[in-house]
């Protein structure tokens, strides 16, 4: 036997040896792995086989992946059945096929709030303040509005008609053709002649630009914005809103970061579980950044989420950038997104937690209102906004957003008193003021600190706490809706009577008739519960009848 044979013989007794340790321990986890589940098949197969009645095991598997996925107690963690995975995946890459228009869907008809730039609908003559009557001959009168979305996508270059009442009162039928939509998530604070401004103040170069959401296109139209006002000479310095700004791709926010940096850390991400905590990975800032040279400022508040902190926090942690407003959301948690085999649904799950440049953390804690989590703004830079204060901003900016023939009276975008009382946006009034500073003293003010972090660290507790009570009285009122309805019906059955199943409650009608027939009265029910009030408070007698 050659030296070769002798070499090649020890290796295959090595791997011997090790698959004869590896072996056992791979079946010992995988036996662990199948003991879990004994219990779970052992009730199934007890409920299936003897249950009273037979049960619905698509809707037991069903509750029992939510189960899992509650007692993790992570709101970002959610399962997408097999039926939703379509609208999942159209929310998340921003792309679907339709006639292009914001709707809103309170009013008793959809509404139009705005078409799309170059949508279909915009190209049929679709204006804000619409109303959209009827789709392919069918009413969307009290309509769910998510029906009536379905019933506007479709393939492309097929053809929908949509009725609709223009704000004149005249109405007409509008043929539009579908067609691929790329929602986009950049804007201006306001539009002219149907398209974005995005100059604030023309004379200091002060440029506005919002971002809605972090998708595959974001940082290329950022950067396409900022290019185009670059070369007119127009950026001189720069507003960046992320306000209400719920995240999205995490290489969109890293991209859009990179835009203003040449160097230093981004972000990192890593595991809270310690096996793994060394495959924490770090990202950098490229040396191709696109605009190091102008200031400036980001714009938060309370809602601003994930791919928003990061780019916010990455900002200001490498001294690119102040922040103004309030402390962020604290959605600091990485989601994975995996495909279940044999079409069996989506599951989004946390895997990891974001850090800043700086070691902190983006997550909230639950439950301690002095740990750092989030985006802090600027030193003296804290500007709060109330829920009506936001209410109030939203109404009198959207006039200004529109697609419209009758556009407002021109803007003075330039002036912070016209900010604060047109629009009643305080936070950009103030950025605007302090941006003017910088460019005429070449640096950020100094400000009074504002000691708010602790506060607003509780006023984000404060709720959160709210939020869960109100999804405990929702809970309670549906109890006391079935309760309220189990109590109705029994004292119906108690004297003869039913409450039909099928009663239509926006068309029930109320009709009191004497002995005779003869009607003395009705009443329109508008909700099902007010009925129900009405016949609960009624005195039924027997009635009698000639045999």
Not at 77 to 97: I, T, W
Not at 113 to 123: G, H, V, Y
Not at 297 to 306: C, F, K, N, P, T
Request: hydrophobic share 40%; net charge negative.
């Amino acid at each position: 036997m050659n030296i070769r044979q002798i070499i090649v013989s020890i290796l295959i007794g090595v791997l011997l040896s090790l698959l004869a340790i590896a072996v056992p321990r791979a079946i010992a986890v995988r036996d662990d792995g199948y003991r879990w589940f004994d219990p779970i098949v052992d009730i199934r197969g007890m409920i299936v086989s003897d249950y009273v009645s037979e049960p619905d095991e698509e809707q037991m598997q069903q509750a029992m992946i939510e189960a899992m996925i509650e007692s993790l107690d992570d709101p970002f963690c959610e399962y997408v059945p097999p039926a939703d995975q379509a609208n999942f995946r159209k929310n998340l890459s921003g792309n679907y096929v339709g006639i292009g228009a914001r709707i809103n869907g309170t009013t008793e008809y959809l509404s139009i709030i705005t078409p799309m730039e170059n949508s279909p609908a915009l190209e049929a003559g679709i204006l804000a303040g619409d109303l959209i009557l009827a789709i392919d001959g069918e009413s969307t009168k009290d309509k769910p509005v998510n029906d009536c979305i379905d019933r506007l996508l479709g393939e492309p270059g097929t053809t929908v008609d949509v009725l609709v009442r223009h704000l004149d009162g005249s109405e007409e039928t509008l043929t539009i053709v579908r067609a691929p939509i790329e929602t986009r998530s950049t804007f201006g604070l306001i539009r002219r002649d149907g398209d974005w401004t995005f100059v604030l103040d023309p004379e200091r170069n002060i440029a506005y630009v919002g971002l809605d959401q972090f998708t595959t296109r974001t940082s290329d139209e950022l950067e396409g914005i900022l290019t185009s006002l670059k070369e007119q000479d127009d950026l001189d310095g720069l507003i960046l809103d992320v306000r209400s700004n719920p995240g999205g791709a995490l290489t969109a926010a890293l991209e859009t970061a990179d835009l203003f940096l040449q160097e230093g850390r981004l972000l990192s991400i890593s595991s809270a579980r310690p096996e793994r905590k060394e495959r924490a990975r770090v990202f950098s800032a490229t040396a191709n950044g696109t605009f190091t040279d102008i200031p400036i400022m980001v714009l938060v508040d309370d809602r601003s989420a994930s791919a928003s902190e990061i780019v916010a926090g990455s900002l200001k942690d490498n001294d690119r950038a102040v922040v103004l407003g309030e402390r962020t959301y604290g959605k600091g948690s990485v989601q994975e997104v995996r495909e279940l085999d044999q079409g069996g649904g989506i599951l989004k799950f946390t895997t990891a937690y974001y850090y800043l440049p700086s070691g902190r953390s983006l997550h909230r804690i639950p439950g301690d209102p002095d740990s750092e989590w989030g985006v802090d703004p600027t030193e003296g830079f804290i500007v709060d906004e109330s829920i009506e204060d936001f209410n109030r901003r939203y109404e009198r900016r959207l006039p200004w957003t529109v697609i419209t023939n009758d556009e407002p009276d021109e803007p003075r975008t330039h002036d912070p008193d016209w900010i604060r009382e047109e629009i009643r946006d305080t936070a950009l009034a103030r950025a605007l003021e302090i941006m003017g500073d910088r460019l005429a003293d070449g640096d950020w003010p100094e400000l009074p600190v504002q000691d708010a972090s602790g506060e607003v660290a509780r006023r984000a507790e404060l709720e959160l706490a709210l939020d869960t009570r109100q999804r405990i009285m929702e809970r309670l009122t549906g109890l006391d809706e079935e309760i309220a309805e189990l109590e109705q019906r029994t004292s119906l059955e108690a004297r003869g009577l039913e409450l039909p199943d099928d009663l239509v409650a926006e068309r029930a009608v109320i009709e009191l008739r004497d002995a005779d027939g003869n009607v003395l009265g009705t009443w329109r029910i508008e909700e099902l519960e007010e009925l129900r009030r009405s016949l609960s408070s009624v005195r039924l007698a027997p009635l009698e009848t000639e045999n």
